[in-house]
């Protein structure tokens, strides 16, 4: 059983450190692949006639292209990984050990839009408008294709589909909302390279307005796709699990207020794409081409949150919880207890009272930390803070019935007592308390609620549901 230690960022919870890279990044990516669209399109209106200005504009909008997505995206790129592996190697590892030659083309592409961008980059001046042409579409084709395999793997996490029987990497890649994703993501791409055209063509000093108008009605045309966003945004959702699809419609109001976030930032952006750049060529200054590409990063924030947030109680779904557990080891985790194969000790400077709140600290480290913190964002003692010791004792226990979109609690009564006895701890500071001798009624009631919660998640793939119930009864 492969345990990874999980760092805590009080009074930040881990997730939102990978969430905010992730969300920098992924923005940045999908313009890149926008742009090289973009680009091609540009190049061909230059080579045949229809803009004067658009030659002009390429090779100025490549070097914003090229210091943006191929630094910062990079940059990024890397904070991921880095940032994953600091809160949810076990994720990771997952992914790469059932994906590993999927990851190593989707680099072989990259390498290519790296090949393709600076030879256009360095070279777009002294060769012909066909050369540029052919670097251009490369360039684009290799970026597509980064987003065509990572989109695979990414929506795998929330729809495995026949990867769970079969553990076929076809069926895992090609899963239920593989090709809604990918053409909504395609889409949003080519949103967002419009929108930083309308900015760029604004920088573009040597042009008076006229000029400038021509140039931003033509990014304009990128935007048109914008009215396939809905047909695609609920084709994505019917191919969700019903009970995802339940968080995302109202069954948690978090979830539902990012979709609504994302959806009216996507509305307003399209609405004035449509009327106002496409239909009646109207001119956008700096400014507003900056409102706009706000509203479309917080569209972009809002649905990476939907996306991850859809996947509970699973990191992958049906196969990993979000905390790194496996359903078949949970029966396991529950007679040995949790900790057997957790070989690290508490950082340096962790707080506790004594041995019971050591274990209980350990526990709430392999349990609780990929999503919570101790006290401050999604903090677990403020949000049982108003729990006695045996109403957190059952909610504990029966933890996937008491809140569905969390993964039963993985171990024995020893392991849960401890973890009561550190939080209350942690508010309390009540050392004798605390570290008091485990009472045997107390550990026979935890006994009798975790076997009436049995060790099934509430969210169960297709077809263990009657099973499952057999089983549990």
């Given at each position: 059983m492969d345990v990874y230690p999980v760092n805590q960022y009080d009074p930040l919870m881990p997730g939102i450190m990978i969430a905010i890279v992730a969300v920098v990044h992924v923005f940045l990516a999908q313009f890149a692949v926008g742009g090289g669209m973009l680009l091609c399109y540009f190049q061909w209106l230059a080579m045949t006639g229809r803009s004067a200005n658009a030659r002009l504009f390429v090779h100025g909008y490549f070097k914003w292209l090229v210091l943006i997505s191929f630094v910062a995206g990079a940059v990024t790129g890397v904070g991921i990984w880095f940032t994953s592996i600091q809160v949810s190697a076990f994720t990771i590892g997952g992914m790469i050990r059932n994906f590993h030659w999927i990851w190593a083309t989707e680099y072989l592409f990259f390498l290519l839009e790296v090949f393709a961008g600076y030879m256009f980059y360095r070279y777009h001046q002294k060769i012909s408008d066909a050369a540029c042409m052919k670097l251009l579409v490369m360039y684009a084709f290799a970026a597509w294709m980064s987003l065509f395999l990572i989109n695979g793997i990414i929506s795998w996490q929330l729809t495995p589909g026949g990867w769970i029987e079969k553990h076929s990497i076809l069926e895992g890649f090609f899963n239920p909302t593989f090709w809604p994703s990918l053409f909504f993501r395609t889409i949003v791409a080519l949103?967002?390279?419009?929108?930083?055209?309308?900015?760029?063509?604004?920088?573009?000093?040597?042009?008076?307005?006229?000029?400038?108008?021509?140039?931003?009605?033509?990014?304009?045309?990128?935007?048109?796709?914008?009215?396939?966003?809905?047909?695609?945004?609920?084709?994505?959702?019917?191919?969700?699990?019903?009970?995802?699809?339940?968080?995302?419609?109202?069954?948690?109001?978090?979830?539902?207020?990012?979709?609504?976030?994302?959806?009216?930032?996507?509305?307003?952006?399209?609405?004035?794409?449509?009327?106002?750049?496409y239909l009646q060529r109207l001119y956008i200054n700096g400014a507003t081409a900056t409102l706009l590409l706000m509203l479309a990063f917080g569209a972009t924030a809002g649905g990476e949150f939907v996306r991850e947030g859809s996947r509970k109680p699973y990191s992958i779904r049906y196969w990993m919880y979000s905390n790194g557990i496996h359903p078949d080891q949970v029966a396991?985790?529950?007679?040995?207890?949790?900790?057997?194969?957790?070989p690290y000790p508490l950082v340096n400077g962790t707080e506790v009272a004594g041995e019971i709140t050591t274990r209980g600290a350990k526990v709430f480290r392999r349990q609780c930390a990929v999503c919570h913190t101790v006290s401050g964002l999604n903090g677990v003692t403020e949000l049982t803070e108003s729990w006695d010791e045996d109403q957190m004792r059952m909610n504990i226990a029966k933890l996937q019935h008491t809140k569905p979109f969390m993964p039963p609690f993985a171990g024995n009564a020893e392991d849960l007592e401890s973890l009561v006895r550190y939080l209350k701890w942690f508010n309390e500071r009540n050392d004798e308390q605390a570290e008091a001798p485990m009472e045997e009624a107390a550990l026979a009631d935890i006994n009798k609620w975790l076997d009436q919660a049995g060790t099934e998640p509430a969210s169960k793939p297709p077809g263990r549901e009657a099973a499952s119930s057999e089983g549990d009864s």
């Open positions: 949103t967002l390279a419009g929108l930083v055209a309308c900015i760029v063509v604004n920088t573009m000093q040597s042009l008076d307005q006229e000029a400038k108008r021509k140039l931003i009605n033509y990014a304009a045309h990128l935007l048109v796709p914008m009215v396939l966003m809905p047909i695609l945004g609920g084709w994505f959702l019917l191919a969700m699990p019903a009970d995802s699809r339940g968080w995302v419609l109202g069954g948690s109001p978090t979830m539902n207020l990012f979709l609504n976030i994302s959806i009216g930032a996507s509305l307003a952006i399209g609405g004035y794409a449509l009327i106002g750049l396991q985790m529950r007679k040995e207890g949790c900790l057997v194969h957790d």
